[in-house]
C-alpha cells in the first residue's frame, strides 16, 4: 500500500514537484544499432548447437564471438533467468543496472546488454524478439525486463522460514559451477542480476511496487541476441512457470538455447568493442 507522509509539505511543495523529467543517459550518444549489419549477419546463418533447460533447472551454454543465441520457448509458457560473462574473465559479466539506464526498464529488438565495471561494453545486442508487439500494456507492465533481481533462497528463507533449492539464483550457481568445474561456493559470488526473459512485469500505479503477470510467451516464441565477445551464459527456467501466480508453480516448462554461426563474409570488417578507455586515477 502507499506510504503515508509523515512530514508535512512545505509551502512550495507543488513548485518542486513540477520539476521537469530529465533523461538520464543520451541515447544518442551510444553506438547506433546498426539494423542492415544484424540483418545480414543473420541472413544464412547455420545452427551448431543447443541445450535444453529442464523446469526448474539452469545450464550453461557459450557462444563464440560473432555468433547468434536464441532462447525459445518449445513446450508451454515458462519465463527464465539469464546470466552472462565474458568467457574469458568472469569479472566481466552482465551489469543490468546500466543495461535498464541507457535502455529502459524492458529491452527489446536493438537494445543491447552491457558489462559490469570497470569493462563497460556491449556483451550482446538484441536481434530478433518475437514479443516486440507487446509493448506496454494497460497495468504498465512490458516483457523482458532488467527491473528484478532473481528469486533466491535466501529471500524465500527470509519471508517463508523455508529453504528451496532451485531459485533461480541455486540454479544458476550450479549451472556455472558445471561449467567451470569449481564448487558452489566459489561460483556462486559470479552470479548476478539477470534479464528476466519472457518475464511480463511493471510497477503498480499507486505502490510503484514491482509486480509480477501472466507472461504473454507461447511455443514457438524467441528472442535472439548476437554475441559482441565470446560468452558464457546461464540460464534458469524459473520454479514460477510463467509468473502469473506464484513461484514454485507446478506449471512449468523446458526452455531451450540454440547456437548459430554466420555465413563466413557476413563478419567481414566487424571486431569485437573494446572495454572502457577510461583511465582510472
Not at 517463508?160 to 561449467?179: E, F, Q, V
Request: net charge neutral.
Amino acid at each position: 500500500m502507499p506510504r503515508s507522509p509523515q512530514a508535512p509539505p512545505p509551502p512550495d511543495a507543488a513548485q518542486r514537484r513540477a520539476a521537469k523529467p530529465v533523461i538520464v543517459y543520451a541515447a544518442d550518444r551510444l553506438p547506433a544499432y546498426d539494423a542492415a549489419f544484424y540483418d545480414n549477419a543473420r541472413s544464412g546463418m547455420a545452427k551448431i548447437g543447443d541445450t535444453i533447460v529442464p523446469p526448474r533447472e539452469g545450464r550453461a551454454f557459450d557462444v563464440p564471438a560473432g555468433h547468434f543465441f536464441r532462447i525459445l520457448s518449445i513446450e508451454g509458457p515458462q519465463v527464465g533467468d539469464l546470466n552472462l560473462w565474458n568467457a574469458a574473465n568472469l569479472a566481466e559479466r552482465f551489469f543490468s543496472g546500466k543495461t535498464r539506464a541507457f535502455n529502459a526498464t524492458h529491452v527489446s529488438t536493438g537494445d543491447r546488454l552491457w558489462s559490469a565495471l570497470p569493462y563497460l561494453r556491449p556483451m550482446a545486442t538484441i536481434t530478433r524478439d518475437t514479443l516486440d508487439w507487446y509493448g506496454f500494456d494497460a497495468d504498465g507492465a512490458g516483457v523482458h525486463d532488467v527491473i528484478g533481481t532473481r528469486c533466491d533462497p535466501y529471500a524465500n528463507r527470509l519471508l517463508t522460514g523455508a529453504d528451496y533449492h532451485h531459485c533461480c539464483h541455486s540454479n544458476l550457481t550450479r549451472a556455472l559451477a558445471a561449467r567451470i568445474n569449481r564448487p558452489h561456493r566459489e561460483a556462486e559470488p559470479h552470479v548476478h542480476d539477470v534479464l528476466n526473459v519472457f518475464m511480463c512485469t511493471g510497477f503498480m500505479r499507486d505502490s510503484h511496487r514491482y509486480f509480477m503477470k501472466a507472461s504473454p510467451v507461447r511455443p514457438g516464441d524467441f528472442i535472439e541476441f548476437f554475441a559482441e565477445i565470446d560468452l558464457i551464459g546461464a540460464l534458469s527456467a524459473c520454479p514460477g512457470g510463467d509468473c502469473g501466480e506464484t513461484h514454485s508453480s507446478e506449471r512449468c516448462h523446458p526452455l531451450k538455447v540454440e547456437i548459430f554461426r554466420p555465413r563466413e563474409a557476413a563478419l567481414r570488417g566487424w571486431r569485437p568493442p573494446e572495454v572502457s578507455a577510461y583511465a582510472s586515477a
